[in-house]
């Protein structure tokens, strides 16, 4: 029998969070109904997160040992673009090998479960690592606007020790349609009720029944459920019709203070549901998009010390908690929702030559420093000439990896006058436990601010966006410890 | 060692254009406004200047790349020609230049022109850069406020200095600097403004607010150099010489090794040693009788005054407080107002800055004329507090 299962999962849900009853309060001169739609809070990626990045802070979030990741999927349905992998991208983000295979899954709503079955049932696949996120956006006024999220989950496959192998699967394709996105144009939606009732109940309940089938399970047996909600109600409306109790729906924190992070939101759930289960639990993932995927798990939990729990300042439970307030004009803003006149000093040239990248591409993606002898100062970036090198020779330097790390601010700024999408723009010198120091932007900084002497790590985001091409440039920025992370 | 080159080159002319929003003139006519007056000054004709330097740090902005601009811009008697930049230690280098040229024997009379024309951006501050480079890969895009902003949190932790008391202190460095301006004729900014307007203007980059900050301006300036020889044999009498110049550029310490603590500039302090070896002053605080510095911000004022051993370490924020740099304090910064008045184009500033201490020991200050200064410093400061280039000049009467 094979072992082959999840052995590592984690989430990322942005801090900052939107609450839906200000996004109807904008509209309501004109949409007056959203306000009786909009309860709870969404979750916003700023300007400088996708789905790359938070795809690639979902997989450091699940503390995973990558070493042995063999095979990299990444699943989204918005990739920043169409023919630069976003897979490739988080490959260098994370130091993985250039050899490791990858692949991009897009189009579809399931991606993140279907590349999850692919390598679960693909016993010959080695550990895999299946990275999902989504940024959606949704046209201002539309109820896509409230109910949907940023967020992103990954997972591990493999066959050691896993915390969750699969019991049953049923999946299903079907050109079915609740709504749609097509190049250029905002989602359009079926009308919600015909979309919940005619569409996700019938095909999902009928995945759902079909992987019971297999598993030689019933319903009875499940104790947590992943359920998609791609409609107002629909996650409770299918627990109904499955017979499952509310209190089993590992999304519902989710949904409500997140909102539906779409392929991501599956993962997600799951990553809530394995927090919170017990050893020999039953639980159910379904997710729905041009047709139905539905697994069934069980919980290994007798490896406590790597089984994930909720009580980490990086559990998926733990950052539903999280909130850093937003106004509707700076999230509409740094989405384009709303072309706000930032003055001449936006009209900056973002532009990154392409030979500049591809020779510090490997460094900068990884934040890779270096230094020239064991015990030499380690610098960033590498420099022909290292800085304690005391002959005038090209310096060959031996790789010091600073992204999981963590720094100290030794200066800092917040500079009001300078354009960035969502000001003021902070940033300062960080120096290293190493020694190494690195001028750095500061990110995710909560009312206190930040202080010369805070500690902080380091986050992948987008460095800049050049609006003349549509290109997006990565690198890493500086996010302080919460105080739960600085325990 | 190096004998130096302290007395070795006098300063027989300068030139300062009207500093401001000179809408009504490209940079040819500010370089124009600036030699005249030199060469007046100097009592020469443009054909005695055998070599020339032009001083300029942003390219993109209405002056060019090369001698040309400077060359054909004074339609100068074909000599060579260059263009130096040095971000805002610009002027200076190009004083620099024309005086080793001098001292060196390799020509009589060389001219040092620095100009900058920056009000054709459309906005303030500095223009943007636009030119890709390795260091956009990673390296935070911030504004100039926002760099040099961070040598006041660095600041107050390194001397448990309360933010509210330094702001005090920054606060006094632009108000004194206002007070100076005020009277003179060819500063951009000519208001006297009050501490509490200073203390609670708009904030730019924390903690620097708009009063904290420099204007930015169009102007230029200039200096006919020769050996003190041929300025007696052209009738000169009181003359200023070079005492010094020295320039130190960061080779990347600051921001890449761990031993910097962010409260200072190292390499102000490194080129004012030199500095104050070849001209022979032990005691700057004392031997210095006025001094022009780069107060872009006036954190940046505060801590030079420092990293110029003006103040004892820690001591800056009480000796500004004091008066101590005031007009009628024990030495004087900004007399003219600075670059908080006069704004910063930023080849033309270290030249403006010359232009006033020569002006001072001349005595032709008019209203703001100190008492017999023998003395004075200039000092600029390129780049950022972690990368940075410094100059410092001294200039004296020769004895």
């Not at chain 1, 106004?327 to 740094?334: H, L, M, N, Q, V």
């Not at chain 1, 490997?362 to 420093?369: K, M, N, P, V």
């Amino acid at each position: 029998m094979s072992t082959r299962g999840i052995t590592a999962i984690g989430g990322f849900i942005p801090q900052t969070r939107l609450e839906c009853s200000d996004i109807a309060s904008q509209h309501s001169w004109a949409l007056p109904g959203l306000k009786g739609k909009a309860r709870g809070q969404r979750s916003v990626a700023s300007w400088d997160q996708d789905a790359i990045t938070m795809g690639v802070e979902a997989l450091r979030n699940s503390g995973a040992d990558l070493q042995s990741v063999q095979q990299v999927c990444f699943a989204s349905t918005s990739h920043p673009f169409r023919d630069r992998s976003s897979a490739a991208i988080a490959l260098a983000a994370l130091a993985l090998p250039e050899t490791t295979l990858s692949m991009d899954s897009s189009c579809n709503r399931r991606s993140g479960t279907s590349a999850l079955l692919q390598a679960l049932i693909n016993t010959q696949a080695g550990d895999s690592a299946i990275l999902c996120a989504e940024k959606r956006l949704a046209q201002a006024g539309s109820l896509a606007e409230i109910l949907w999220g940023d967020g992103g989950a990954a997972v591990i496959v493999g066959d050691q020790q896993p915390i969750a192998t699969l019991l049953g699967w049923h999946s299903c394709s079907a050109d079915i349609i609740d709504y749609y996105t097509a190049d250029g144009f905002y989602p359009y939606p079926g009308e919600e009720r015909w979309v919940k009732e005619q569409l996700i109940i019938p095909t999902v309940s009928s995945s759902v029944n079909n992987a019971l089938q297999v598993a030689n399970l019933k319903a009875s047996d499940i104790h947590w459920a992943v359920l998609p909600a791609p409609a107002s109600g629909a996650e409770k409306a299918l627990a109904r019709e499955l017979g499952l109790e509310q209190a089993q729906l590992a999304t519902q924190q989710v949904l409500a203070t997140a909102g539906d992070l779409g392929s991501a939101l599956p993962l997600y759930g799951l990553a809530v549901a394995l927090e919170q289960a017990q050893h020999d639990d039953i639980i159910l993932l379904s997710s729905f998009g041009s047709g139905c995927d539905s697994l069934l798990f069980k919980v290994n939990k007798q490896r406590s010390a790597q089984s994930p729990t909720a009580d980490t300042p990086t559990s998926a439970s733990h950052q539903l908690n999280q909130s850093l307030a937003i106004s509707y004009g700076a999230y509409a803003s740094s989405r384009g929702l709303l072309d706000i006149d930032f003055g001449p000093r936006a009209e900056r040239v973002d532009k990154i030559a392409l030979t500049v990248h591809e020779r510090g591409r490997r460094d900068i993606s990884g934040f890779i420093g270096g230094k020239v002898s064991a015990d030499g100062a380690v610098q960033f970036p590498k420099s022909p000439v290292a800085m304690d090198d005391t002959v005038m020779i090209e310096s060959d330097y031996i790789d010091v990896r600073l992204a999981d790390d963590i720094a100290t601010v030794v200066s800092i700024t917040t500079d009001h006058l300078i354009y960035t999408p969502q000001p003021p723009f902070r940033y300062g010198l960080v120096e290293f436990e190493n020694g190494a120091r690195v001028q750095m932007e500061f990110v995710d900084v909560s009312d206190a601010g930040v202080a010369i002497g805070d500690r902080v790590s380091m986050k992948f985001r987008i460095k800049s966006i050049d609006r003349e091409r549509g290109y997006r440039h990565y690198f890493w920025k500086a996010a302080p410890l919460t105080t739960t992370e600085q325990q | 060692m190096a004998q130096g080159i302290k007395d070795k080159v006098a300063i027989i002319g300068m030139g300062c254009s009207k500093f401001g929003e000179r809408w009504d003139c490209s940079s040819e006519d500010l370089m124009v406004e600036a030699f005249s007056e030199a060469l007046q000054d100097a009592g020469i004709e443009k054909q005695a200047v055998e070599a020339a330097w032009l001083g300029s740090a942003l390219d993109d902005v209405n002056v060019g790349n090369s001698g040309l601009p400077l060359a054909s811009g004074l339609r100068l008697p074909r000599i060579p020609v260059t263009r130096v930049e040095n971000m805002c230690a610009t002027g200076t280098e190009a004083l620099r230049a024309a005086t080793y040229a001098v001292a060196s024997g390799a020509v009589d009379i060389a001219l040092a022109m620095g100009v900058e024309k920056l009000k054709d951006t459309g906005y303030g501050g500095l223009p943007l850069r636009t030119k890709g480079l390795a260091n956009d890969l990673w390296m935070p895009y911030g504004s100039a406020p926002g760099n040099f902003s961070q040598l006041a949190s660095a600041y107050s932790s390194r001397y448990g200095i309360d933010a509210d008391e330094l702001k005090r202190a920054m606060a006094h460095v632009s108000w004194k600097s206002h007070q100076n301006g005020a009277g003179n004729p060819k500063a951009h900014l000519r208001k006297k403004v009050d501490m509490e307007t200073i203390l609670n203007a708009p904030m730019v980059a924390d903690p620097l607010g708009l009063f904290d900050c420099c204007g930015v301006s169009d102007g230029a300036a200039c200096a006919i150099v020769t050996t003190p020889e041929i300025a007696k044999s052209l009738g000169k009498h009181d003359l200023v010489t070079v005492k010094s110049i020295q320039i130190c550029a960061s080779n990347g310490w600051e921001s890449t090794a761990n031993g910097w603590d962010g409260s200072y500039v190292v390499n102000t302090r490194e080129a004012a040693k030199k500095a104050y070896a070849e001209a022979g002053i032990s005691n700057p605080a004392s031997d210095i009788d006025l001094a022009e510095v780069h107060d872009c911000f006036s954190i940046t004022e505060l801590v030079i005054m420092e990293d110029l051993g003006f103040s004892s370490p820690g001591e800056a924020v009480k000796d500004i407080l004091d008066g101590h740099y005031d007009a009628d304090g024990r030495l004087p910064v900004q007399i003219d107002g600075g670059l908080k008045c006069f704004g910063h184009p930023v080849g033309a500033s270290g030249l403006r800055m010359a232009y006033e201490v020569y002006t001072q020991l001349l005595g032709r200050a008019g209203d703001r004329q100190l008492v017999t200064p023998s003395i004075g410093l200039t000092q600029n400061l390129g780049g950022s507090p972690s990368n940075s280039v410094v100059a410092v000049g001294l200039f004296g009467l020769l004895n």
